[in-house]
């Protein structure tokens, strides 16, 4: 972050100073990171005591003070001997804070703020580009998916003087989320991937999702870029809806950057990218899945828009081995072996182009193996959807499914229920019982998908069944 006093971060998050006892006079500024979790808290830190669903921030002020805190920002005065800032509420500090910082630091006229959203391939996005960006200047990305209105303002607080490049995933669980974060960040370029049906419990339905997305193209200013997906309908409706210029990405012959003579196989994908400015350069993406090249493209077209020369940017992409941790990641490897474990997260649209990859790459003679466990945050939807994908995997010719949990079961019901599938569903109670079974069951040639949303834990699963078979 960079150093600011305590008064100016008192009057940035309308709070009170309060010394705590301590002999806080030598303290006049503080530039460390800022966290939320006092185990992350680095020397000269400043620690957010949020509340939360299960505890309470206020209870590890000591610990944050331990492990180098140098402030906290509270929502009532601790017991701890730190110097505290005492606010109203810690998370609408922590975004006011973070607002302070960003304006602070554009205001130099050398910070560009790129801001990603869409119902898939966020993380995914932001590390291709971090990956293109990060080797030209200080460029500054989320860890992991640290999306909302917690995480994301986290990210934006590492910025310092000479940060270049802002990279702020925009994630939302309804309404407002996005613009919320947007005006934080005050992007420069916004992204919007794919309108689907991730977290359609919390926005009520497809369109509501797409009007939610479509807040941070609308928050642009008009000396903005939005950069947007050809290929979606949703996505393409966007931009009546932003004042920004528009640039597209997708396989459509009108986007500005496409992808085209596409081929996916168990090495990565293989495609042309072509531009409207006439370039025309090949393209050995080793992230697998065609669902990636619009992640692909999108970074891109942001590199194209920064000015990074087009074949330097596709030489960093093309470094880029896997999307993230649990994201596609190739494991095993023995007896021919392949595990895939695709189990950070899940919607039906990832859980769909998953299961295609796992059907496009495997060779005819070898046998697909599809591990899933339930979709989340789907709402009224959770049972079309999991139908949806149990017909799927039977008629993509699936060779063997094991459904994990009960909230999968509806999955695995409507597999056996699908009278032209030759193939076998298997339903297992738990992750341990499905690791019993398949280090049994599994043979040489083997590929595994393991797939499922986050809460469920599959991600351990693929990870066990990748050392087993390394």
Known sequence: ??????????????????????????????????ETDSREIETSGIFVAKPGDVTDGHHFVGAALQNGAALAIVEHRVDVAIPQIIVDDAVDALAALAAEVVRRVKAQGTLTVIGITGSNGKTTTKNLLGAILSPDAETVTPR?????????????????????????????SGPGHIAHLAAIAQPDIGVELKVGMAHAGGFGGIEQTAAAKTELVAALSADGV??????DPRVVAMASQTPARVVWFGEHNEADVRAADINVTAAGTQFTLTTSDGDSIPVSFKVLGEHHVWNALAALAVARELCVPLETAVRRLESVTRAERWRMEVMGGRDKITIINDAYNASPDSMA?????????T????????????????????GDEHDRIGLMAVRLGIDQLVVVGPEARRLH?????EGSWDGESTFMQTADEAYEYLA????????????????????FLGDRLGELFS
């Open 144 to 172: 992991n998916s640290f999306n909302n209105t917690v995480g994301a303002p986290t990210t934006m607080l590492r910025v310092t003087e000479s940060t270049r490049y802002l990279i702020s995933e925009m994630g939302a």
């Open 413 to 417: 019901i409507s597999a056996i229920n």
């Open 363 to 382: 060779p005819r003679q070898q046998r697909t193996v599809a591990v899933l466990g339930a979709m989340s945050e789907l709402g009224e939807f959770t």
């Open 440 to 459: 049994d069951e599994l043979r040489a040639g083997d590929t595994v998908l393991v797939k499922s949303s986050n809460s469920v834990g599959l991600r």
């Open 353 to 361: 182009a998953a299961l295609k990859t796992l059907a496009l790459i």
């Open 226 to 231: 939005a950069i947007l997906n050809r290929d």
């Open 1 to 34: 972050m960079i150093t600011l006093t305590i008064g100016e971060i008192a009057t940035a998050v309308s709070g009170r100073y309060d010394t705590a006892g301590t002999d806080a006079t030598e303290l006049t500024a503080v530039s460390g990171y800022v």
